[in-house]
């Protein structure tokens, strides 16, 4: 059984480019996590998505940044108008039923989004 | 979720069991006690999680206190694989608890 896979592995652009990260959850999973990672610093929950639904957002920041995880294919995070700060390492995890209390989530190898 | 307190780093010699400490000492009845662990330039890797009994797994135990107000993780024999950063997290039960909250975590070095 395949884990989470994320794709790509390393991603660069410059200023003002467009990010695009997908994510492929684990077979049988319908519960999609993204987290940001920030060097030197713990990861930070983003959003919380389902098939063709976003059901917490709360982490993303307001402008720029994206989500959907439609029906068929991967999840993608969305960045608009790369900014420096935007550099990080960035996980996908997904889950076979809503994580919480006991539930685990399964961790994809992440991307890592440099911006020059 | 409530607050944990790990120390920054440890080390521990190959082959000798490790014991992580864990202080949460706001926990709340409901709460489950969550580790994970992150190699380098990896995602973190659930490795275990109790509510209130010890836990054994493949890959570690879990020993919590009677009070709950602290957990440790053994690692029973250490090695160089082992050293990653492991997360003590709890998680609640209820709405919202489905976001892992990672804090810094501790460094566990491993020393041939």
């Known amino acids: 059984n395949a884990g989470v896979m994320q794709n790509p592995r390393h991603l660069v652009r410059r200023r003002g480019q467009e990010a695009r990260l997908r994510c492929s959850p684990m077979k049988g999973h319908s519960h999609v996590y993204w987290y940001r990672q920030l060097p030197e610093e713990g990861l930070k929950f983003m959003v919380y998505l389902q098939k063709e639904n976003i059901i917490d957002e709360s982490g993303m920041p307001k402008e720029r940044f994206s989500a959907e995880f439609p029906k068929e294919g991967p999840s993608i995070l969305r960045i608009q108008q790369v900014v420096r700060g935007d550099s990080a390492a960035y996980f996908c995890a997904s889950s076979p039923q809503l994580a919480g209390g006991p539930n685990e989530q399964f961790f994809g190898p992440g991307t890592r989004l440099t911006v020059l | 979720d409530a607050k944990t307190t790990q120390p920054n780093s440890m080390e521990s010699n190959e082959e000798e069991p490790v014991h992580l400490p864990c202080n949460h000492s706001?926990?709340?009845?409901?709460?489950?006690i969550h580790w994970y662990r992150q190699l380098p330039s990896q995602g973190p890797e659930y490795v275990i999680h109790g509510l209130t009994s010890n836990v054994n797994n493949r890959m570690a135990s879990l020993a919590i206190a009677e009070d709950r107000k602290s957990s440790t993780l053994i690692l029973h024999r250490a090695t160089l694989r082992d050293a990653a950063v492991y997360y003590c997290i709890l998680r609640g039960s209820g709405a919202g608890s489905y976001q892992l909250t990672f804090g810094k975590g501790t460094k566990l070095s491993v020393i041939p």
């Open positions: 706001t926990i709340s009845g409901t709460d489950y």
